[in-house]
């Protein structure tokens, strides 16, 4: 015992010391970390930063979009991205799933239909019980929470504005500007802003779209689409140039054509020119042919602009701090560990340039920064083969490079690029077109050719892709995959079967079981 006792007599000085240097930022500024957006980076940092011990503070105030629609706490994921998307996309395969169920001896009343004024309250009401859930989170953490505007003063010091105008000031050790992005609106184009909406809308609205016209080709333009179609809507997508741009387009054209079988309308290669309201309530809506030159003219009932985002930095009082941005893109540049170009300024997700705007990205980045500021960590975000998937009626996976990157990065003759088109053994019975259910593998043509990138397309490609993800991130091999034994039967399994070459000009059809 007296052994022990001295052993802590022994302790208390360094324990001392070690809670007097933990405490001299506190002591210093009101914060040891403050981050300025509660949405899912934001959030992540902060509780991350919270387990060290250390006072943290989140800023998180949601401006109302154009049309008014404002949300809770928890970014564009929870409120108007990711889940809301998910969920409605949900919806239109279940519609699906009831049309398969009559093949399979299903007795389905006819006709079937969707309820909008069902679906939508059951979804925001999801939605507000995320909110409360990250509020608590916050507080079981010790996080504080304030419901303001954020903007920087100087490199330690932030000024807060509450929704009355309500001016105050904070200071901390480190802060980190999380603040996302905003859909853009084409403002040129009369009527876009005072008829149209966006993606911050669309899952929010109290009554059916009704035919809609979606304008853009970004993965939020056609998964919106997507489920639009699905619940039954009558809805078009106008393109003005290419879809999904930045994923493999070979790909893009099989998803955007499975929309097309599957009801949506594609106008390509068109630019709108104008919305007007006619007097029944309805939008009219001219565009031109960019190869024609032809006008046109249609009418909807909503016209949704999905044309890109933008990051939510003007407020931010960047410029006058002193932290860099990219003018043409107005995001934040950061260095390899998301630091900007003021000591103690930080920037992750959306806003930061030359990253993917990605919940998982966002999240991953905002842990890892915090254990590098306040554990003892040196980890930096590794943004190469970060899996993804769109959303689309025919869901599509990749993870790494698309076709064209690889060419690019290493030439034709550098690659090998395995594939297939196959059939999901649930679209047998149902008669259901899989024309376009197609998996591509692209690999080094050299050695044991080391795979460098992955694209699927088919039934939760999400979940398929997120298990190859893993694989290909340790550096997997075509050899490797082809050592792999399969899970009879699944879509998955035709992926370690791959081994039809697009040099070889054969048939990449699978046959059989």
């Known amino acids: 015992m007296a052994a022990l006792c001295k ?9 001392f010391f070690q809670n007097a240097a933990r405490r001299q930022l506190s002591d210093k500024h009101d914060y040891d970390l ?3 957006g509660g949405g899912s980076g934001g959030l992540a940092c902060s509780k991350e930063a919270a387990q060290f011990g250390k006072k943290v503070a989140v800023l998180d105030y949601v401006e109302s979009s154009p049309k008014g629609t404002k949300w809770g706490l928890g970014g564009t994921c929870v409120n108007v991205g990711c889940i809301p998307k998910k969920l409605m996309h949900q919806a239109a395969l279940l519609g699906g799933a009831v049309k398969d169920a009559q093949k399979y001896g299903w007795r389905i009343p006819s006709p079937i239909t969707h309820d909008w004024l069902t679906m939508a309250p059951a979804v925001q009401d999801y939605i507000r019980s995320l909110n409360w859930g990250h509020r608590v989170q916050l507080q079981d953490k010790k ?3 304030l419901n303001l505007k954020g903007s920087l003063m ?13 001016e ?10 999380a603040t996302g992005g905003r859909p853009k609106y084409p403002t040129h184009i009369p009527g876009s802003l005072e008829y149209g909406i966006s993606s911050d809308d669309i899952f929010w609205l109290k009554e059916s779209p009704g035919k809609t016209l979606v304008v853009g080709a970004s993965y939020v333009a056609l998964e919106c689409a997507g489920f639009l179609t699905g619940i039954g809507l009558d809805t078009s997508v106008m393109v003005r140039s290419i879809p999904l741009r930045g994923f493999d387009q070979q790909i893009a054209c099989l998803v955007t054509d499975y929309m097309g079988s599957y009801g949506t309308k594609f106008h390509w290669k068109c630019s709108p020119s104008k919305v007007e309201k006619l007097e029944t309530g309805r939008l009219l809506v001219s565009w031109t042919d960019l190869d024609s030159g032809k006008e046109d003219q249609d009418t909807f009932d909503t016209v949704l602009w999905a044309v890109g985002r933008t990051p939510e930095t003007r407020a931010l009082n960047l410029e006058k701090v002193g932290v860099k941005m990219n003018r043409e893109t107005g995001k934040i540049i950061v260095s390899a560990d998301e630091a900007t170009s003021v000591p103690h300024i930080y920037a992750i997700g959306d806003i930061a340039e030359g990253r993917p705007e990605l919940t998982p990205t966002a999240i991953q980045a905002g842990k890892l920064l915090a254990r590098r500021l306040f554990g003892k960590s040196s980890e930096l975000m590794d943004y190469d083969c970060v899996p993804t998937t769109v959303f689309t009626p025919l869901e599509y996976g990749s993870v790494g490079l698309s076709e064209e990157e690889a060419v690019r990065r290493h030439g034709e003759d550098g690659i090998e690029v395995f594939h297939a088109f196959y ?8 008669e259901r077109d899989a024309s376009q259910c197609y998996i591509k593998m692209v690999c080094l043509r050299e050695g044991a050719q080391r795979i460098l990138g992955f694209h699927f397309t088919g039934p939760n490609a999400g979940e398929v892709t997120q298990g190859f993800a893993l694989a290909i991130k340790c550096g997997a091999t075509y050899t490797q995959l082809m050592a792999t034994v399969g899970i009879h039967p699944t879509s998955a399994e035709e992926i370690i079967k791959l081994n039809i070459t697009k040099r070889s000009g054969l048939d990449p059809t699978v046959t059989g079981c």
Do not use: C, M, Q
């Open 7 to 15: 052993w802590r007599h022994r302790l208390k000085p360094a324990v």
């Open 168 to 177: 105050s000031v904070f200071t901390a050790g480190n802060i980190v500007i």
């Open 154 to 166: 100087d490199g330690h010091t932030v000024r807060a504005v509450s929704k009355t105008g309500k």
């Open 143 to 145: 996080v504080k929470y």
């Open 34 to 36: 403050l981050v300025i």
């Open 423 to 430: 059939k999901p053994l649930e679209f047998t019975v149902a």
